[in-house]
């Protein structure tokens, strides 16, 4: 097992081990009071597959232990949905004493921390993250939210987790659509701290040396979650490509394009427009494009960008009326650059 400890506000492990998913009661058992209650959260596509390894392995432990499902897909990241959870909160009980267990990806993981960092004004949580995107990123950092209709992850909190259970044997049930939708997150980590991790990625397949990449990747993330916990300086950088990724989620419904493809389609149009304002080197759009294309993943939309740019003043990096771009000097250097709407506009001129 390879353990990594997140040191913030709340300090808490990473544990990353083939098999670990089933030994989630011994892990918890090592953080929680034993008796505690416990409801697991999944999704209908995920709790098929190993929400019963979970619930059984945590009731071996000793903790009171029920399931909670939802129905699948980033539309049913409403707060509708944290209403009918904390239905399931309440049915088991929970106290502050007890916890919540996030079984899934990126949408479980969000979801089910917001709903304990708002149940009787927090609980603990643990992830158990399952896709890709969830295992390298979402599941590390305490960001939590729901979408609305105004816009993605508008309505949130930062809570941290107690514990993340990383088994990247999970990763073997995944579609390949999925696991693309992953790689657009850590083609991204790449791209704004670390060349030599993307010229691992062009140059190999990354499944043939998982915990290596799975690694680098969390490395990056715990990092960027040390030195700005609270999204307001360092951590942002992390949202390179997801200025124009959000405004496309958005804009097609949160259907047809998942995150993973829009965050890769805002990556190459923010270099573009870094390019053309000679802000970056020349050639990064095209190297950001071949590493994207190498796994699956879509380099350009047909959206019309006069749409893309209103939606995107919309996103929670806008202060006052900047907003906070990411952008890259080179592969593997990135900044933020801060920008009014009419510097959005001519940013943007490249890609009309």
């Avoid at 389609?265 to 390019?275: F, Q, R, T, W, Y």
Wanted: glycine letters at 10%; charged letters at 20%; proline letters at 3%.
């Amino acid at each position: 097992m390879t353990t990594l400890t997140v040191h913030t506000s709340s300090p808490y492990q990473i544990r990353i081990s083939r098999g670990c998913i089933s030994l989630a009661g011994k892990a918890c058992a090592d953080i929680f009071h034993p008796g505690s209650r416990a409801v697991i959260v999944s999704d209908s596509n995920v709790a098929p597959l190993y929400a019963q390894k979970v619930l059984s392995s945590l009731k071996e432990a000793g903790f009171a232990a029920s399931l909670f499902v939802f129905p699948a897909g980033e539309g049913h990241k409403r707060l509708s949905t944290i209403e009918t959870m904390y239905s399931a909160f309440a049915g088991q009980g929970l106290t502050r004493s007890d916890f919540a267990v996030a079984l899934g990806g990126g949408v479980t993981g969000d979801m089910a921390g917001f709903a304990a960092a708002t149940w009787l004004r927090g609980i603990r949580f643990i992830q158990i993250p399952t896709s890709l995107l969830a295992q390298i990123d979402s599941s590390i950092g305490g960001k939590t939210g729901v979408d609305t209709a105004e816009g993605k992850n508008l309505v949130g909190a930062f809570h941290q987790p107690s514990l993340v259970l990383i088994d990247p044997d999970t990763l073997s049930t995944l579609s390949p659509h999925f696991f693309a939708d992953g790689m657009g997150e850590a083609i991204k980590h790449a791209c704004i701290k670390s060349r030599p991790l993307f010229d691992f990625i062009c140059s190999t397949d990354v499944r043939n040396e998982l915990e290596r990449f799975l690694l680098e990747n969390l490395k990056i993330k715990r990092a960027a979650v040390e030195q700005d916990e609270f999204d307001n300086g360092e951590r942002m950088k992390l949202n390179f490509g997801h200025t124009f990724g959000h405004a496309l989620e958005k804009l097609y419904g949160y259907r047809g394009l998942s995150h993973g493809e829009a965050v890769g389609i805002g990556m190459v149009m923010m270099a573009k427009c870094g390019e053309a304002a000679g802000l970056t080197e020349p050639g990064t759009a095209n190297k950001i494009s071949s590493a994207l294309k190498k796994y699956g993943l879509p380099v350009d939309d047909r959206a019309d960008i006069n749409s893309i740019i209103e939606t995107a003043m919309l996103d929670k990096k806008v202060r006052g009326n900047v907003i906070h771009l990411v952008m890259l000097k080179r592969i593997g250097e990135s900044f933020l650059y801060p920008a009014d709407r009419k510097r959005l506009l001519e940013l943007t001129e490249v890609l009309r």
